[in-house]
């Protein structure tokens, strides 16, 4: 069974940074995609940001491209997502996803596993 721990949400000014952590546990975690999603309240799960294996495919929404950046440690099984410029549309929980093989994706289908998520609130 593979575990996800995400770290490092909070409280923050618009225009502000904040840097989520997600540590991962259970399995080989260099050979899988990972990905964030969030969810608003009243809003669906959506897609936020996913990266490959190996660090060289990385996909954005829309609404993060330029300001968000996903990365991973493989050496530390762990995936960070930062993320600068904030606005309050971006207050959700957000949610770290390990995906089901090396290909990294948009879709929550392809993630086989999920942390508990750590809430983001930026304040106007």
């Known amino acids: 069974q593979v575990q996800l721990v995400e770290s490092g949400g909070g409280l923050v000014q618009a225009g502000g940074s904040l840097r989520l952590s997600c540590l991962a546990s259970?399995?080989?975690?260099?050979?899988?995609?990972m990905g964030w999603f969030r969810q608003a309240p009243g809003k669906e799960r959506e897609f936020v940001a996913a990266?490959?294996?190996?660090?060289?495919?990385?996909y954005y929404a829309d609404s993060v491209k330029g300001r968000f950046t996903i990365s991973r440690d493989n050496a530390k099984n762990t995936v960070y997502l930062q993320m600068n410029s904030l606005k309050p549309e971006d207050t959700a929980v957000y949610y770290c996803?390990?995906?089901?093989?090396?290909?990294?994706?948009?879709?929550?289908?392809?993630?086989?596993?999920w942390g508990q998520g750590t809430q983001v609130t930026v304040s106007s």
């Open positions: 996803a390990a995906g089901r093989n090396f290909q990294a994706t948009t879709r929550e289908y392809d993630y086989a596993y």
């Open positions: 990266i490959a294996w190996s660090g060289g495919n990385t």
């Open positions: 259970g399995r080989t975690f260099s050979m899988y995609a």
